[in-house]
């Protein structure tokens, strides 16, 4: 859509796309560059240089991550309304959802109101306020307190637990872990002995089994973690795997 729809009517706009979702496309129009995957430090670079985040998600489950780092980086964003879904109540100025036949208009009127008033250090204000890591650990503890009274204790389940954080989503979790115990909640991880997530033709991904410990945040008295092996299902699944491979290669030739 970004490429095909909305940078062609909009020359004077320069487009950049991140992430593996570059591998499956080409194209040639001049203000459009797919920068492929990016370190944690490129990200933020290219963020805070950008005007607007655009988000034409149409499909997917769960809370799109992207806006929170949009959002996080005081990018004033646009999106659909299947794309804000989790973000609810936050002011137009942060996040404005429409229609995908709605959005070239808008870019435009989001770049004049840009150039008139750039406010990012307020977005970035408004969004930690309610949607950090620091604000949801406290609002958590608050609950569970609530909840468990003298018992308070949290069991949290997540995909991976590493000190340093491998990626951005477990970089939000070991904060959202260490915020809730900072308010008094003793919290059990369990978590798989993953290091490293690799892709996988265009759907899947793979977890390298790496030598050695794994290490864990470490710290905090009230934080107790306990890892378990993670079992590699590809092997046992080969249709899936020549379908997924088949996908990749007809998006190359496209």
């Known amino acids: 859509y970004l490429i095909d729809e909305l ?15 570059c591998d499956g496309f080409e194209t040639s129009l001049p203000n459009v560059r797919l920068l492929g995957r990016l370190s944690d430090e490129d990200k933020t670079r290219l963020l805070m240089s950008c005007q607007l985040a655009i988000n034409p998600m149409t499909q997917g489950s769960g809370s799109n991550v992207k806006v929170a780092d949009y959002l996080m980086h005081g990018l004033a964003v646009l999106s659909t309304p ?13 996040l404005r959802t429409a229609s995908l036949s709605e959005f070239a208009s808008i870019v435009t009127l989001l770049r004049s109101e840009y150039e008139a008033s750039d406010r990012r250090d307020e977005r970035r204000a408004r ?11 406290t609002q958590y503890g608050v609950a569970i307190r609530t909840i468990l009274n003298a018992k308070r204790r949290a069991l949290f389940v997540t995909y991976r637990y590493n000190e340093p954080p491998r990626g951005g989503g477990e970089h939000y979790v070991n904060r959202l872990v260490s915020y809730l115990a900072d308010s008094g909640v003793a919290v059990d991880v369990l978590t798989a002995k993953v ?19 794994y290490p864990v945040p470490f710290g905090h008295p009230l934080i107790r973690v306990a890892k378990f092996n993670a079992t590699n ?5 080969t249709k ?15």
């Open 195 to 213: 290091d490293r997530i690799e892709d996988k033709d265009r759907f899947g991904s793979i977890y390298p089994i790496e030598p050695g410990p």
């Open 82 to 94: 299947f794309g804000a879904r989790g973000y609810e109540g936050l002011a137009e100025d942060d």
């Open 127 to 137: 969004f930690s306020d309610r949607f950090s890591m620091k604000a949801f650990g």
């Open 7 to 21: 940078a062609p009517v909009h020359p004077e706009v320069t487009f950049h796309i991140a992430g593996s979702v």
């Open 240 to 254: 899936l795997d020549a379908i997924w491979a088949e996908q990749a290669a007809f998006e190359r030739q496209l």
């Open 233 to 237: 299902v590809f092997g046992r699944s």
